[in-house]
């Protein structure tokens, strides 16, 4: 089957096929397949969550979704609201946005991406919906405890190497720091009274996007778009404030002002509770960089460690002074 410029191949065509839907084109996105129909533009592309919760996922962007101008779920021709191809492979539709990705050189953009994640939160706690209590809270102390682990593990196994490349003798020679970084942030994250944490969630009814980047967020003509919804949960917003405060601090090496301005703007729409800043806190304190390094590193062939890793390291080394500063004149 050929479609407007690209050669689909049977695992394709036998997905599309399953939606009630003229398909007139399709062209390659992101991990995804475009394909405009005569009911507008899709995207198709594979899932790896758990099925159930995208009923849920849908009665959450039904919600927000005049605000938000999301991607909705487009159900199949069976009512359901995920396709499997003859692997078993598991696949979703769903309306394709289309805008320009937040330039995170940008602080303009970066701010309005902030103040976006705001209204997304308050917006996300006002929907009541009793389905919405079978998702488990996020628990951030878990996976630091995970992390903090995989980091022990990794380390016996490169001091207890022979023959060490460039790259397992340079991180060894950073790995005592970073490691008692992460180790001193876990125990301080296991002395919170974890059940109170997830007892304000429930109270407050607290939601969070899950992959809050500046790639999930869009300008049109007609405004801002946040995409992406898959991994949404229950939690803190504390997690998305993370994950695109590092992410953007990480690119202007953690520059002071730039930092304030961005939690600023988030707190326009929406304060930030004590408990929530010592969990933001603790968060931007751990080494997940440093982690993340080491993580690519165990899961790759050890003869081959990409240069641009080297890179990653040296760049977290150079930065570290400046982190440090941040965090010690915001919180």
Request: with cysteine; charged share 35%.
């Amino acid at each position: 089957m050929h479609e407007g410029g690209i050669f689909l191949n049977d695992r394709a065509v036998v997905l599309l096929e399953q939606y009630d839907v003229e398909v007139s084109r399709t062209y390659k996105g992101r991990e995804r397949i475009i394909f405009e129909t005569n009911q507008g533009n899709y995207a198709l592309m594979e899932y790896k969550g758990r099925t159930q919760k995208l009923e849920l996922m849908e009665k959450m962007q039904e919600h927000i979704g005049t605000l938000m101008g999301n991607d909705m779920l487009l159900r199949n021709k069976e009512g359901e609201l995920f396709t499997k191809d003859m692997d078993g492979t598991v696949y979703i539709a769903k309306k394709h946005i289309e805008g320009r990705e937040c330039n995170y050189k940008s602080e303009a953009e970066v701010l309005l991406a902030f103040e976006m994640m705001a209204k997304l939160h308050c917006a996300m706690a006002e929907v009541k919906d009793e389905k919405m209590q079978e998702l488990p809270v996020f628990d951030y102390v878990e996976e630091m405890q995970k992390h903090t682990r995989e980091c022990v593990h990794v380390r016996r196994y490169i001091r207890n190497k022979g023959q060490k490349t460039e790259f397992e003798r340079e991180i060894l020679k950073q790995y005592d720091y970073f490691l008692e970084q992460a180790q001193d942030v876990t125990r301080r994250a296991q002395q919170e009274d974890i059940e109170l944490y997830k007892e304000r969630v429930y109270q407050e009814n607290l939601f969070y996007h899950g992959d809050y980047q500046y790639h999930n967020v869009l300008f049109a003509r007609d405004g801002i778009s946040v995409v992406n919804f898959e991994k949404f949960g229950r939690g803190s917003g504390v997690r998305d404030i993370y994950l695109l405060f590092r992410k953007i601090s990480e690119k202007n090496d953690w520059a002071l002002t730039f930092g304030r301005r961005m939690l600023e703007a988030y707190e326009k729409h929406r304060k930030l509770s004590s408990w929530e800043k010592v969990q933001l806190y603790e968060r931007l304190s751990y080494p997940d960089k440093f982690w993340k390094i080491v993580n690519f590193y165990a899961n790759t062939r050890k003869s081959w460690i990409p240069d641009k890793n080297l890179e990653k390291l040296e760049q977290i080394v150079r930065q570290e002074k400046a982190k440090q500063g941040l965090l010690k004149t915001l919180f």
